[in-house]
């Protein structure tokens, strides 16, 4: 079977990150692939694994090539099936005889998917919606994701200039209002004694240092910016700490439940989906700062509580999230549709 990948996302993300586990798991599983990427340093690491890579612009001023050169590769490389993710990669889908198909991770526009075969996506939330916007249930597919357990010492504390004794609550994502850093900075003065690590980039940086400092927790917050040791960051805190406002999946619950660190997360959309209240995870109403402060108190003063949750989520991990179960899945969803087009072949 013969599988081209088209990604012309960012450079971080969550899908971007899920992107680059899944295309080496494929090819270790035996799948033959070719990349089709952004020009991006994941050209670098893709071709480490012996997957065919291939480098196009994906937009930008003057730029009215891609779709052509995309074309080509295709004609060339004779693909059993096309996996585009997200919309512009989808826009610019190649034609010809083979399956065309989509993975998203969020609620977007469907213009951008109107030439698919068949729509993936990683929560059974995404694929009703997909489902409501005119899609037929058989088109649609939900395949979670995967994050690996792989296990890295604690970040030095000492470091980032926080007390070994301290409560450590940690946050990951992008700087940015959907993902309401600014409400873990608020719950914060609500928790007495602990620090605060974010682990992320954006454009928010400067307002989130400016509510801290007016707030008066400037110095229990952290920011480390961007980072590829999340492990590390896992095995250092105490609590995983989700506020966004808008989430569609959450790749980080599934993180923090690999890594075994409890959860207290306010219930956006994927995480009202994974978590199961009080078992593997604390939810708290969206944009509820008493709320969500009252949930950290209760695992930090609750010693035996937040390792049950932690137990909960590590078994919540293992029976759905791990890299062997989600290959599967994927493997199954090629057989099917590849029986599928054979059968409307004949």
């Given at each position: 079977m013969r599988l081209m990948q088209i990604m012309a996302g960012a450079k971080n993300g969550g899908a971007e990150n899920f992107f680059m586990r899944l295309a080496p798991a494929l090819a270790r599983a035996g799948i033959k692939q070719h990349i089709v990427i952004r020009s991006h340093e994941r050209y670098k690491t893709l071709s480490q694994?012996?997957?065919?890579?291939?480098?196009?612009?994906?937009?930008?001023?003057?730029?009215?090539?891609?779709?052509?050169?995309?074309?080509?590769?295709?004609?060339?490389?004779?693909?059993?099936?096309?996996?585009?993710?997200?919309?512009r990669a989808s826009a610019a889908m190649p034609s010809g005889d083979f399956i065309k198909t989509a993975r998203l991770g969020g609620y977007y526009k469907m213009k951008y998917y109107k030439n698919c075969d068949y729509l993936i996506g990683n929560t059974n939330d995404i694929c009703n919606y997909l489902h409501g916007e005119g899609w037929d249930r058989d088109k649609i597919f939900y395949l979670p994701?995967?994050?690996d357990n792989q296990y890295m010492p604690p970040?030095?504390?000492?470091?980032?200039?926080?007390?070994q004794d301290a409560p450590l609550l940690l946050g990951l994502g992008r700087l940015h209002k959907n993902k309401a850093f600014d409400i873990g900075i608020e719950a914060l003065v609500?928790?007495?004694?602990?620090?605060?690590?974010?682990?992320?980039?954006?454009?928010?940086e400067a307002a989130l240092k400016a509510q801290a400092d007016k707030l008066g927790?400037?110095?229990?917050?952290?920011?480390?910016?961007?980072?590829?040791?999340?492990?590390a960051l896992f095995s250092a805190a105490d609590i995983f700490l989700c506020t966004s406002r808008h989430e569609p999946l959450g790749n980080?619950?599934?993180?923090?439940?690999?890594?075994?660190?409890?959860?207290?997360?306010?219930?956006?959309?994927?995480?009202?989906?994974?978590?199961i209240n009080g078992k593997n995870g604390l939810l708290s109403p969206i944009d509820d700062v008493d709320?969500?402060?009252?949930s950290v108190n209760m695992l930090i003063?609750?010693?035996?509580?937040?390792?049950?949750?932690?137990?909960?989520?590590?078994?919540?991990?293992?029976?759905?999230?791990?890299?062997?179960?989600?290959?599967?899945?994927?493997?199954?969803?090629?057989?099917?549709?590849?029986?599928?087009?054979?059968?409307?072949?004949q």
């Open positions: 694994y012996g997957i065919m890579t291939s480098q196009l612009k994906f937009g930008g001023k003057l730029e009215f090539f891609t779709k052509g050169k995309l074309q080509k590769l295709a004609d060339q490389f004779k693909p059993d099936i096309i996996i585009a993710w997200m919309n994701n995967f994050v970040l030095n504390r000492n470091g980032f200039n926080t007390p609500k928790i007495p004694n602990a620090y605060y690590w974010i682990a992320g980039n954006g454009d928010e927790v400037s110095d229990r917050v952290r920011f480390l910016g961007w980072r590829d040791d999340v492990p980080m619950l599934i993180e923090a439940w690999a890594q075994e660190t409890p959860i207290a997360s306010v219930a956006s959309q994927g995480p009202k989906q994974l978590i709320a969500l402060a009252n003063n609750d010693k035996p509580l937040a390792v049950k949750i932690a137990t909960a989520g590590a078994k919540s991990y293992q029976n759905d999230y791990t890299e062997a179960k989600v290959i599967a899945k994927y493997l199954e969803f090629f057989k099917n549709i590849l029986e599928q087009q054979q059968l409307e072949q």
